[in-house]
């Protein structure tokens, strides 16, 4: 599970992009020439839930908007993306996870908070099965969804930088209305990383002990198998909540000085987002000898939704998934 950042370039319609700024000095800014690595591609389908047309009394107030969002990446091709906005209970205040967002310009350090949406769930389902599902929702759920804006990236490039990873193209926008958004750039981390050691050795222990026995079956024989992974870490005894998100926290850093070396000015960034490394925590938890489940019982995540047998690693790119969802959601 690497860990990413998302920066979005606005532009006007009739204008350039920053593509052609970007690419440059991708080489004019590091001593290492970038690696031209292939192509890349996106698509994002934007909904949003339809007002009442009852008219609100005076001791109600207006609820914060609900949205749901599809996302297909190239990169990751088993699977597409669905973000929703949850339903609030009664009474509750947004204040969790997916209720602000932080958008900083590139130009300065500071950063400007700005109210967003209710709480949002993020899922997976087979690729196959994300446009007859968008479909779904565009024709039976009309009354309670409208659709708002598909955007898409075509023909994207992917450059290698030392340790970074670096995707960027220009974001289209083909309804309601075709025209050009501007330019969106992931910067991927592939140094080591203790998030992508216990993915790792998540798989690892998936691959060895098969569904049947539980996901949670590994402890056998853990230290052979990961002295070469990562941090080197041999088991997750040690580990907790607070070092992944320290990890997070530096990795972010590091990735906001590879842009800061860009001087692209008036970015959008979408890194530290809510709900941010939810499923490396789970996996953290889920390995523990403490935790681990009775043999013979199927994982289920905290949102109860059985996993895919046929999908190798369903929370692959969720991650960067929420980044570029809170990119594309453009106020809207």
């Not at 059985?306 to 369903?314: F, I, L, T, V």
Request: proline share 6%; with cysteine; hydrophobic share 35%.
């Amino acid at each position: 599970m690497p860990l990413t950042g998302v920066f979005f370039i606005p532009s006007n319609p009739n204008a350039s992009t920053a593509l052609a700024t970007i690419t440059e000095r991708l080489s004019s800014a590091f001593a290492e020439e970038p690696a031209l690595l292939g192509r890349w591609a996106l698509e994002h389908k934007l909904m949003r839930d339809t007002p009442s047309c009852l008219p609100l009394s005076a001791s109600q107030r207006q609820a914060a908007p609900k949205f749901m969002q599809f996302l297909s990446l190239s990169h990751y091709p088993t699977h597409g993306f669905i973000y929703a906005s949850q339903p609030l209970e009664s009474g509750n205040v947004p204040g969790g996870a997916g209720a602000t967002i932080t958008t900083t310009p590139s130009s300065s350090q500071s950063s400007q908070t700005t109210t967003a949406t209710a709480p949002m769930i993020m899922t997976t389902i087979p690729h196959q099965s994300t446009a007859s599902l968008y479909q779904h929702f565009v024709y039976a759920c009309q009354p309670f969804w409208a659709p708002r804006h598909i955007v898409t990236v075509q023909g994207g490039m992917v450059y290698e930088i030392g340790d970074f990873r670096v995707r960027v193209g220009d974001v289209r926008q083909t309804q309601p209305a075709v025209r050009v958004r501007g330019t969106v750039v992931e910067i991927e981390w592939r140094g080591p990383s203790l998030v992508s050691t216990l993915s790792a050795m998540y798989q690892a222990r998936k691959q060895r002990t098969g569904r049947a026995s539980g996901l949670s079956s590994w402890h056998e024989g853990e230290g052979e198998e990961n002295d070469d992974l990562g941090h080197g870490i041999a088991s997750t005894d040690g580990v907790e909540e607070a070092d992944i998100d320290t990890e997070y926290g530096a990795t972010a850093s590091l990735i906001r000085e590879f842009w800061a070396k860009l001087g692209v000015e008036g970015a959008r960034e979408a890194i530290l987002v809510p709900d941010i490394g939810k499923e490396a925590k789970r996996r953290l938890h889920e390995m523990k000898p403490e935790d681990k489940q009775a043999p013979g019982r199927t994982w289920k995540d905290d949102e109860g939704a059985q996993q895919a047998d046929e999908d190798p690693d369903s929370d692959a790119g969720v991650d960067v998934a929420r980044q570029y969802m809170e990119i594309f959601r453009f106020n809207r």
